[in-house]
């Protein structure tokens, strides 16, 4: 099997690892090692793995920047699809209708809005995460969201065929996509339509975003961005917050003492820290106000939040 693999990565083109740790691919620095890591650089080659994974059975997990991720400490059985840099071409189709493969940087798509004089962006430009990452969660802050913008995209079926839909078929919703229930499918291109707006409003209003985002989250240390959604009526962290849950601490996870909503990763924590904290932030929050917080990064390997 590992030479049929070896074969396939060598024929398109495509960069083939193994025993790739996931704590060096996300955000959180957590997380065991993968059996293969593959980087991918064009349909065709996606294509081919996608049909080997199929055919041999292996597992396969498909992962942007890993910026809305927890993996595993016993990392994963299997091969991880990264959709990265060597996949990230950005073309301006018209002058507001910007094309992104799905690797790109969603800050470099943001920035790129910036220097063309396109409004729409704004808000999205300070979220680490690639344009296809944040098409599958709708990412979005400060009033601006994926949704708002996206007018297209084409994916890859698990049969190896290549697809179009429209924003309306796409059921974005809050911190949902059509793709969460179809995790089989893998976005390849976004397609966004901008407006033109005023040069020197757009750069003072993303920098504001910018300011914002140092002055409030706890940049300096390693997370997923929000560990909660955000729960209808309320917002996650003024619940924790209300609940005095700041600083609580397992192992080497905390809920950050800058930013409720946030759980950092002091220095050496586990994934199972992690999970053990975000069980009991959500019990006592629940018990305190009879909300049920729901995690927003995905679990990746075997491992689950649990009752
Ligand atoms: C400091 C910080 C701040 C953040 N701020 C925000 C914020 O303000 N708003 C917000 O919404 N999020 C925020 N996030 C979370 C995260 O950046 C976003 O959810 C982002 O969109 C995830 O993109 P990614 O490429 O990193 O996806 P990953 O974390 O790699 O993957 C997330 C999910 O998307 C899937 N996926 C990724 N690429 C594809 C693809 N091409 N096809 C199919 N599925 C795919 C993966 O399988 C996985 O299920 C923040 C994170 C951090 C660390």
């Known amino acids: 099997m590992r030479e049929k693999l070896l074969e396939i990565c060598d024929r398109w083109d495509i960069e083939l690892t193994e025993q790739v740790p996931l704590a060096s691919h996300t955000t959180f620095h957590i997380g065991g090692a993968a059996d293969y890591w593959a980087e991918i650089s064009s349909e065709q080659g996606l294509a081919q793995l996608v049909q080997f994974c199929r055919e041999t059975g292996m597992p396969y997990f498909v992962m942007g920047r890993g910026s809305n991720i927890l993996a595993a400490d016993e990392g994963f059985r299997g091969i991880i699809l990264h959709i990265g840099s060597r996949f990230s071409n950005m073309e301006w189709k018209t002058p507001h209708t910007l094309k992104c493969e799905a690797g790109a940087m969603l800050i470099r798509a943001a920035k790129s809005a910036e220097e063309h004089g396109q409004t729409g962006m704004e808000g999205l430009s300070g979220i680490p995460g690639s344009i296809g990452g944040a098409l599958f969660m709708n990412a979005g802050a400060y009033g601006y969201e994926m949704s708002q913008i996206v007018s297209s995209c084409t994916y890859l079926d698990p049969k190896g065929e290549i697809h179009m839909r429209k924003a309306s078929q796409l059921d974005l919703g809050h911190r949902h996509s059509w793709f969460m229930d179809h995790p089989d499918c893998i976005i390849l291109t976004v397609t966004m339509q901008l407006e033109a707006g005023d040069p020197a409003e757009i750069t003072a209003q993303m920098q504001d975003f910018l300011q914002r985002r140092s002055d409030k989250q706890p940049l300096d240390l390693p997370s997923a961005g929000s560990t909660f959604k955000r729960p209808a009526g309320s917002y996650a962290s003024k619940l924790i917050d209300e609940c005095g849950l700041k600083g609580l601490t397992v192992g080497g996870a905390q809920v950050s003492e800058k930013h409720a909503g946030f759980v950092v990763n002091t220095g050496d924590a ?15 929050v629940k018990k305190e106000t009879g909300y049920l917080l729901e995690m927003e990064p995905v679990l990746l390997g075997d491992i689950e939040l649990g009752a």
């Open 270 to 284: 586990t994934a199972a820290d992690v999970l053990a904290l975000c069980r009991e932030v959500r019990d006592r």
